[in-house]
């Protein structure tokens, strides 16, 4: 194995062919190996909610033969504990359980935005938020990489839709993209420094990512400084050469010697400089060097692995609706439990993230360990479970006959075909027959709690009047259905708060109006305003708003107060800006989790901001009585939007708004202060508006006495006119000469960004 300091040794040593070479894959999944300089192959694997290494006989997705390891819960479950020390700590065994199977890349965690709550793959994705969806992946990535295993951080960028995925054009404007869809990448890279990012399949604003310059080389190298490698997703190369050139490194899977064929003759006749081929293949070496590994590490301890596993299925969990204290279970007694889920769960996705457990609870089981004499009726089939040998009749006529004077712990949710890597859902409803199972048993029921597994978000408002409780699992892992038995019993609090909205219908959302797009091609015309931020500023209230989630005990907060320092061309993006701190008690008997977060709204903006947006986020466990003084920090860049005319991150001067709640809906402090900051001035051109050069002080002294003639007429009559049409339209103003004249002096007028 050779040395870091011997990468520009070797790079001299390999044969054109050999560096092409190196910028494919061997197979499906190893790098290239050179043998006779010792370049060995490095090994990548799915993993991002548990390692999916194929078995060695296995087919090469081996979708159905992986190596057996821990199944933790998916992304959209993990984002819901909004813990990042719990992240950190999944990732640090995930990276052991890696180093045993000789995987030195984990290819994850995935971590594109989610758009609309439709995307077939939104169980791999974390949230509708760009920070909470930044701060947890990069907790993720952090946990993984100390552990000497590199990450791959997918999909870069704008992949938020499977239908057409290969080659569907995302249509964004610059404001958009940045602050919604590539900030994610952007927080994780500051955070984490992850060894790799893996570039999406579709085309962003008509190019490519994996050919896309400015997006793999200006914005992610240059602006950023990112420094790993960039590979694609399996299959995402369209033309080689041009990728090479714009920054892609790395093609998997194997090409069979074709694409580099294509790059070698490129370097030949003189289509591909050499040197952006080095630069590729120094990053190649790069990442070999510091994942390979030869042998298999010490044992590993799966029984704790499974209870961490456990653990964040519990802190995954979001207590929805809880009416009349319906949980936790004060006894077994009179108790029925009523769902196929619960002897089968569903606790995972379909498609590269699929996971073979090492071992797998259920929730009936986990709870017949409480009481062996819980009744049992799975009130609807599912495919290969023990219930599909049943007419579906048969099964809702016995659940209702059991759930006659009874409490029911009611399992529902979507089947593995609903959602899956691949297709995206066609709506947001729970399959009929389970509406029609919690219809029938309600009408005889004394009580019904609903336990919903599903890996995206599913409408509720048509049925949640007939239950009394309602909680979101998600997709838990291996570990959910001890889980499960803990939380519904009282053993474990509910601690998880929604980080995706969940609506009262879809139409709810400004993105359904160009979801999944046509022709090719997708709009992203609701602009900045996804999830909650649309909601909110469209006056549609959810069912159950971001960052929602009840416990077994209540929170107070207080004493809110917000220290704001004034914002120079000098603040760097990074520095803190704002610091807001306020009190949490809980004022419950019972030990819990609070997860305050702090909103941010703009009274007054020059450009579309929503009504609030998510600055921070604290998780904090509290005794009963127990109070802790909070402290959360705002930095520059936190405070910004992205101007698409002078392309920076601008502040204004102004009023904030600065709020503390318990979700986006549920504001529990609020204040207003002043953010002292230097005024917007954009560049000014012949089409810049009078209203334009008012703004910018040197540049209006020079104009001004031009518009003398007009009194106070120029204060609304000649606003929004751009100052070339003044010489069209007023004679006793400037003449063409003279704005040439002003256009030359302004020009070295500084903008302030």
Known sequence: MFTEEQIPELLEQLTLEEKCSLLSGSDFWHTQPVERLGIPALMVSDGPHGLRRQAENADEMGLEESVPATCFPTAAALASTWDVALLEEIGRVLAEEAKTQGVGVILGPGVNLKRSPLCGRNFEYFSEDPLLAGELAAALVAGIQSGGVGTSVKHFAANNQETDRMRINARIDERTLREMYLSIFERIIERARPATLMCSYNRINDVYSSENRWLLTEVLREEWGFDGLVMTDWGAVHDRVAGVTAGL??????????????????????????????????????????????????????????????????RSAVLLKNEGSALPLPGFGDVVIIGEMARTPRYQGAGSSQVNPIHLDNALDALRRRHSDLPFEPGYPLPDSPAAAFPAEELLRRAQEAAAGRTVLLFLGLPAADESEGYDRQDISLPAEHVDLLCAVRRVADGVIVLLSNGAAVETASWQDDADAIMELWLPGQGGGEAVARLVTGEDSPSGRLAETIPEKLEQYPAQLNFPGEAGEVRYGEGVFVGYRGLQKLGNRPSYPFGHGLAYTTFEFSDLRAEVAEVTPETALGEVVLTASFTVTNTGGRRGVAVPQLYLGYPVSSVGRPPRELGGFQHLELGPGESTRVEIRVTRRDLSFWDARTHSWSVEPGRIRVEIGASAEDIKLSLEADLPAPPRLLPLTEWSTVTEWRRHPEAWEKLEPFLASFGEESDFFLLDLPVCKLPLMFEDTLTFDQLTELLSEIRTVPSVP
Do not use: C
Not at 253 to 270: F, H, K, M
Not at 286 to 309: C, G, I, M, N, S
């Open 249 to 314: 490194d790395l093609e998997m899977p194997s090409s069979r010697g074709w694409n580099d064929q294509l790059v070698a003759e490129a370097v030949r006749i003189g289509l591909l400089d050499e040197a952006d081929l080095d630069r590729a293949v120094m990053r190649v070496l790069q990442l070999v060097f510091r994942y390979h590994r030869k042998t298999p590490e010490q044992p590993l301890d799966f029984e704790a692995h499974h209870e961490l596993a456990r653990k964040a299925a519990s």
